[in-house]
RNA sequence: GUGGUUGUAGCUCAGCUGGUUAGAGCGCCUGAUUGUGGUUCAGGAGGUCGCCGGUUCGAACCCGGUCUUCCACCCCA
């Protein structure tokens, strides 16, 4: 080996037994998306710059991959830019297209493009990597998997009420229990600010907000106060950081404090709406629980806000998170769009049941049985039988050479598979086959019929 | 983007204040066993000590840079 060959940093490879289980994960998820009557869309892994720059925030733009033109593209860059060090200005000239950064953006771009062929609402899901140039740490990839289910066209609160219930059913389904979904409002965020008197900080209060759990209150006072946001204001909103108890007292606190505040009570209204639909329909497995400090997520969202923690004791940043956008496709002139989507991130959730060892065993992908190579006329035997076994619907293979019987078997065991099949001069002569259960070390000689019982 | 951390055999890791031919366990290969794997025993292969440069008589070890890993911040799935 000369030199290493590596791959770039956030990136990885993907094993046969790791992508059984990646597998396992998303045909759960699309199978729960289909059955809330979404349909698939694909869109391309790269974009018009234009499509993406800007819509993420300044600290979004940073972190999109931008593709360099082809050709020689200095000989279009702007020189000015390009002595003045000035890296915005220069990216334009010398990058047109970029990775696409999630889901979302180049759905909205979908929706406008295709306005006159889609059926309103439109439900869409997609499953897709996308690619952000951040730094890595653990659960946080520069390539990764999002899963996403939207709806567009439909102002209804009960789409809200459908994604919590959709969560819930893909949790349930991997089996991975006690997730807890959190939801808020954005209303309600935009309630506190104006009970304050500080709706132009709203971004840097929820910003700081969104802290709580992480700083503590004092730090989340201290970062507001050095936004400009005066400590009288702050002590307006004091129960706030206090918040406890169940979804409805919760809700009884915060209708004290958003009295004033026409789009606070609003939101409050949206909230109480979804949780009294879900007490009466009742979750499986997944815990609602409203949370005002959540304030993740794209500058969009303008009403419901989720997130999805993962069970407690596993250390793991959210493993879903979604949201109401009242007018995502505005941005690309097509308005008086609402739309509302949750999101599910494959790569997270696959190390939550890692770690909670919840991957069933049969996601192997494996074969059910090899056959040992004896030889040339005894191998046609036993492919005539792998034939018959395949079309019966079971994966089994012949070992391609005739090596020596021990490297076959310890072949069959480093690949666990479950049974071996020996079929030599006499098993040819008699008709059968020597069926060896590598797990328990038994073997019975069965006619072709017996196989084809015990491995189907 | 800021600060810190990690890198020695396929894997997990030792390697004294810089000092001959860099070690272990597991794994791998061969044989004991020419139609029986997982156990045992005997033998064997495998390393430009992440990469580049510097200090030194001498560097896996010290210094600088770079890449990578993980962590905190920012932000986020």
Redesign the pocket.
Known sequence: ????P???????DFSPAEVAKRNHIISNIREQFEKFGFQPIETPSFENSDTLMGK??E??D??IFKILNSGDFLQKANEQAYSERDSTKLTSSISEKALRY?LTVPFARYVVQHRNEIEFPFKRYQIQP?W???????????E???CDADVVGSDSLWQEVEFVQLYDAVFTALGLNGVTIKINNRKVLSGFAEVIGESDKLIDFT?AL??LD??GEDGVKK?MQEKGISSEAIEKIQKVFGLKGTFSEKIEVLKDILEPSEVGRKGIEELEFINSAIEELKLNTATLDLDVTL?????YYTGAIF??AAPKGV?M??????GRYDDLTGIFGMSGVSGVGI???????YLVLEELDLFPETVSGNIKALF?N?GEQ?SLYCLRAIKELRSAGVAAELYPDEA???????H???R?IPF?I???????ESKKF?L????????ASVSLQELKNRLV
């Open positions: 080996m000369a030199q290493k590596s791959i770039p940093k956030g990136t990885r993420y925030g600290e979004g940073r972190l999630d996308v952000r140039a951040d730094r890595p740490q653990k659960g946080r990839f520069r990764f998997f999002q910003v969104d802290k992480k700083i970062e304030a993740r997520g794209l500058n997130e999805v250390a940043g959210s493993i879903g998170g979604g999101s599910f991130g494959l790569d997270r959730i040992i004896f005894e020596k019987m021990k490297k076959q078997m310890n069959a065991n480093k666990e071996v020996l079929a030599g001069a006499e098993e040819k020597t060896k259960n590598m797990k328990s070390g038994e073997q």
